[in-house]
């Protein structure tokens, strides 16, 4: 007898499934608007503000470092950190303990960015959903890590994710 695994986890539907993906792209959207918002005000490309921050929280790390915790290609955070690294916000050194690998380090002028984008973004947040009560707010914030803790559990960071479906099934 052989056992079938179901297109969606029990008790979800398509429209179900649908509904999510639909509203994961609305605030993948929203996101990317507001942090440009932010990147404009600043007068700053909004990927080169997002790796400021990374940088800022995680101190000196090498390039593919940076790409991995953007979850993103190492081409995209190259040409984003010349631009830093022109603009006077990045510096890149020669590791001590690999003389092959460059890290990546912020400058004063880097770390004020971060700072002022954090403090835009706080600003931004507060503005946004003044409305909400506290509650509202912290489910909000539980509701979304769950989302991105599954979503990068199942998607590694400088991995493409496997789709459940078998390639010949997509191009009917």
């Known amino acids: 007898m052989s056992t079938t695994t179901p297109d969606h986890p029990p008790g979800t ?3 179900t499934a649908e509904d999510l993906v639909a509203a994961l792209e609305q605030l993948s959207r929203a996101q990317r608007e507001a942090a440009s918002r ?3 005000s600043l007068d700053r490309p909004r990927a080169g503000v997002g790796i400021a921050r ?3 929280k995680g101190g000196p790390m ?3 470092e940076v790409a991995a915790r953007l979850r993103v290609d190492l081409s995209v955070v190259s040409r984003q950190v010349s631009a830093l690294v ?3 916000h990045v510096v890149r050194r020669v590791d001590e303990t ?3 690998v460059r890290t990546l380090a ?3 002028s880097g770390h004020a960015l971060a700072e002022d984008a954090g403090r835009h973004l706080i600003a931004l947040v507060h503005h ?3 409305a909400w009560s506290p509650d509202d707010f912290a489910d909000a914030t539980r509701a979304l890590r769950r989302i991105a803790d599954t979503i990068s559990a199942a998607t590694p960071a400088g991995q493409t994710p496997e789709s459940p479906l078998d390639p010949k099934e997509t191009h009917r």
């Open 54 to 56: 990374v940088l800022h």
């Open 62 to 64: 090498p390039l593919s």
């Open 128 to 130: 946004i959903f003044e």
């Open 38 to 40: 932010v990147a404009q």
């Open 86 to 88: 022109d603009a006077g």
């Open 98 to 100: 690999d003389r092959r």
């Open 13 to 15: 539907s398509q429209a």
């Open 106 to 108: 912020l400058t004063d």
